[in-house]
């Protein structure tokens, strides 16, 4: 017999039962609970830190259908699994089919109903996500997001509990065992990425770029989880009970052909190996030294005067290779040992000094984000040192549960420092500074930008369609962003602004005229302030990156993450009135908020980088649209919020908000401390404004505070210097 | 078919002997009728024959090859209604039919299946739910999945329970038939029924052969006058040993 025909009838069976209709349902409809009780990627103060759109109505609801599915799937697989032992068809079966073989087309069958229940998952959700998601929207991240996010769970759970009944032959306990499971990923195992079967580490989902590194770490994940799942289901299998013996003694008649127990066996140690072996994430010391990259000992003997690499990333399998080549002088007359620093998942393929082969060795141990690669220099004086690289670059083990960097795919690119080449670590410089040059190879839609000062050209377009661009700058250290850009030209405080967003985010950005904010803000503040320290020479590159949680700047370059223009960013009334207002706010970050400006110990204070963020963006919009349109949006904005918070519940009975569960004090905190930074502190701005004798002094005490100099110990600015700048104390800007 | 028990015993792990010392020879074709009280070792010695126990001591064969070693085959040609059994209940009389066609390997299952629903006579109900039959029935559809496809060897416990007179009586000259050019193994508490369909009788008692002839024999061996009188002193002389 046909052991497919018996595949298809038992599918039929299953789907000719409504219990199997109510459990497909029940998955269908369970990603909302992503939008509503379970939002990893999401906290609900409006005002505090939100996700990206596909995260919001897109990772959320695949995450929670995951979790809520799989519990539902592991129950109807024990239910399904109990009942043919509780009503006695097994009776019948037994007698006319093995049970083992039974028990595989029965487990076939679920797996293949819990393939129909995602379909219909995705289909019924495909249009509420189109039309939340916007502009941003794109079908292969829908299909990828609901496939590893939310179908990959659902397997897991039915491997597991059918491992579990077919181990004990009892409903009650088989589902306590998956409740500990389930409960294990969702506690214990919840900050460990390759344990979280059920709940994956997903922290944020790019709208604008790609999630290659993120949906292949989770995905990894779960085909280990597979893998570990179908061998113990393998020794599940070896227990079903026939001749009317037990576990143990239907397992000593199973047991009898090798093949079954050995491949078992494989498969568990198949998953070992995915688990020990895994390429993502590194293995570097958890007790992090510093002073290992601080307190460098040069050589005193070898110094570089000029590197240069060809670089060459797979957009396809998310390696990069290349060739780096250093020009060192060995003055020192003796053969030396010279150090670099490799991503650690890189292999050393080659490397030659002078073009013959020069000895090296990677050291075994790994930390902060790096590897040792040690060569043995010749005494010869000037040397062409060659060093043949490649890999899949690897995440610093301390960012496990939030991966997503280095990124290389067909849409996006984030390359940094040693994933791009080699870094000496004991050879200082020959000059004052190092010339550098790069070539890089990327496929051909893509523009390269490489962040801080130097240059980029393109230089060649090749056969395969793939564009090699060459880029110059200085230093050991690059930092390249690739993707889909536009490049919006703007002229604004005498400098050439490039503005560089995603292809994919041009809708958005055009709907909130982002361009003429930007221009705005740039004169705005420049005049008011004064001019970012890292303008470059005229010339400033702000670039869109992926979302990353914040921005950066350096030499002539400055990185807004994308969630700063997200629809949902845009359209938030507590940071503007319209989504261009918005993208101001996010814009006077630039100047306020960027870099060491705040302290970031001190979160949870009214004191931070929102404050004057507000407040300076409500000047913009005074200035642009008149005081009336100011008013509205933002004075009386602010007043409202303000007046709601010093009659909340929980501001007036604090004590109540400790005793809550952890989360909802999170939430209900979290929008508390939204209020006070960004109305609170606004008003008191405001109010400081008045009492230090209008707008004019204001703003040249904030010049002066923004051009203060800094204290290199505590280089923050604090809420007493402001006051202090003010001449102002704290209960005079009280607003009671 | 020809099926040799060898000295078979079988102990369950609570240390109950359910069979001792068995030893039999079943040949098609043939209607065994197998008779004694409950809890005698009737549906144990069922179970060992359809694969569904492992007898502690002894063995069976199959045309001369150990049971475990040729256990696809007798599945192949088992047709088998255990005294207690379920249905699923979602699907219909037809669906279920063809269902365990499939588990049994039947190439042409919609004609054995059609066939088996004719013998069982469910034609009117071969769409209906299982969930809507009668304990009756539901009976028949038992019967019928165990003559699905025309097996070689038909188990059958208890078949009649639960059927009225009219159809009792049909299915027993159905099994009489069945039973000429096959072998049927046939448990059950009606001396009626043996006395009018099977060729050979096996009386078992506490896990024992008490008689393996023809149900004449019986009679004529206890001089009993009817072989409802013969079974009864046969156990009752076992009872008393």
Known sequence: ?736 | MKIQMEQLSMTYPGGKQALRDVSLTLESPCLVGLLGPNGAGKSTLMKLLTAGLLPTAGGIRIDGQPLLKCEKQLKASLGYLPQAFGLYDELTVYQFLDYMAALKGICDSRQAVKEAIMAVNLKEKEKARIRTLSGGQRQRVGIAQAILGRPEFLVLDEPTVGLDPEERVNFRNMFSRIARKRLVLLSTHIIEDIQHVCDRLIVIGKGQVLFDGTPEQLISMTKAPSLEEAYLQLISKEAGR
């Open chain 1, 1 to 736: 017999m046909s052991i497919w025909k018996q595949f298809r009838l038992e599918l039929g069976r299953l789907l000719k039962n409504p219990w199997t209709w109510l459990i497909i349902i029940l998955t269908v409809i369970s990603p909302v609970v992503g939008l509503t009780l379970y939002r990893p990627l999401f906290s609900t103060s409006n005002m505090a830190y939100i996700t990206t759109m596909t995260g919001l109505y897109l990772a959320n609801p695949a995450l929670a259908g995951g979790t809520v599915g799989a519990v539902l799937f592991a129950i109807f697989t024990l239910w399904e699994l109990s009942r043919v032992k509780r009503s006695d068809v097994d009776a019948l079966t037994d007698a006319v089919c093995s049970p083992m073989t039974a028990a595989f087309v029965r487990l076939a069958a679920l797996l293949c109903v819990s393939i129909v229940a995602q379909w219909l998952t995705m289909l019924a959700w495909l249009p509420y996500t189109i039309n939340m998601v916007g502009a941003v929207f794109d079908g292969t991240s829908y299909i990828t997001v609901y496939l590893i996010f939310m179908y990959g769970a659902l397997p897991l759970a039915i491997l597991f509990a059918a491992a579990a009944w077919q181990f004990t032959q009892r409903f009650n306990l088989s589902m306590v065992l998956f409740i500990l499971f389930g409960g294990l990923s969702l506690t214990v195992w919840g900050q460990n990425w390759q344990l979280c079967w059920l709940n994956p580490c997903v922290w944020a989902v790019s709208d604008d770029f790609s999630n290659r590194r993120l949906f292949w770490g989770v995905a990894y994940m779960r085909l280990t989880w597979l893998i570990a799942l179908a061998g113990l289901w393998g020794i599940s299998y070896l227990c079903i009970r026939r001749y009317g013996k037990g576990a143990v003694g239907s397992l000593c008649c199973n047991i009898r052909r090798p093949y079954r127990p050995l491949l078992a066996v494989l498969l568990l140690c198949c998953a070992g190996l995915f688990y020990v072996k895994q390429p993502f994430v590194d293995h570097s010391d958890l007790n992090i030294d510093f002073n290992y990259l601080f307190n460098v000992n040069y050589l005193e003997n070898v110094t570089c005067s000029g590197r240069f690499a060809d670089v060459h990333p797979n957009a396809e399998t998310g390696e990069l290779f290349g060739r780096a080549v250093f020009r060192l002088q060995n003055t020192g007359n003796q053969e030396t040992e010279v150090r670099f620093h490799i991503n650690p998942g890189y292999k050393i393929t080659s490397v030659t000094a002078n073009g013959k082969a020069a000895p090296y060795r990677l050291e075994a141990g790994e930390q902060l984000n790096v590897r040792e690669l040690c060569i043995g220099l010749p005494e010869t004086g000037d040397i062409e040192l060659s060093i043949e690289y490649g890999g899949y670059p690897q995440e610093w083990n301390t960012q496990a549960t939030a991966q997503g960097e280095p990124e290389i795919s067909s849409q996006y690119m984030k390359l940094e420092n040693t994933v791009l080449a080699p870094t000496p670590y004991d050879i200082g410089y020959a000059g004052d500074t190092l010339p550098a040059s790069m070539d890089i190879t990327l496929p051909g839609a893509m523009t390269p930008l490489l962040f801080g000062s130097g240059t980029t050209e393109f230089l060649k377009e090749n056969p395969d369609g793939s564009k090699t661009w060459r880029m110059m700058g200085e230093g050991y250290n690059m930092i390249v962003y690739a993707g889909d850009y536009i490049c919006e030209e703007i002229d604004a405080a005498g400098l050439k602004v490039n503005f560089y967003y995603a292809r994919k985010h041009q809708p958005v950005m055009e709907a909130a005229s982002a361009a003429e904010s930007v221009r705005q803000v740039i004169e705005y503040c420049t005049d008011h302030y004064g001019p970012l320290q890292f303008y470059g020479n005229g010339t400033f590159d702000l670039i869109q990156s992926r979302v990353s949680g914040g921005g950066y700047a350096g030499d002539g370059a400055s990185i807004a993450d994308e969630l700063d223009f997200t629809a949902r960013n845009l359209g938030n009334n507590g940071k503007g009135g319209s989504a261009g207002e918005v993208v101001i706010h996010e814009l006077v970050h630039q100047w306020w908020g960027l870099g060491n400006m705040f302290d970031p110990a001190d979160v949870d204070g009214i004191w931070s980088s929102e404050g004057l963020t507000t407040y300076t963006t409500y000047r913009i919009v005074k200035e642009l649209y008149g005081e009336e349109e100011a008013r509205k949006n933002y004075v009386e904005h602010w007043q409202a919020e303000v007046a709601d918070y010093y009659k909340d519940f929980y501001v007036r009975h604090p004590e109540y908000l400790s005793v809550l569960p952890e989360e909802y004090q999170a939430d209900i905190s979290n929008s508390l401390r939204g209020v006070r930074q960004y109305s609170e502190m606004a008003l008191k701005i405001l109010k400081a404004e008045e009492l230090v004798g209008g707008e004019e002094a204001m703003d040249e005490i904030l010049h002066n505070l923004f051009t203060r100099e800094l204290n290199p110990e505590y280089p923050y600015l604090t809420y007493q210097e402001f006051l202090d700048a003010c001449g102002l104390t704290e209960e005079e800007l009280s607003l009671d």
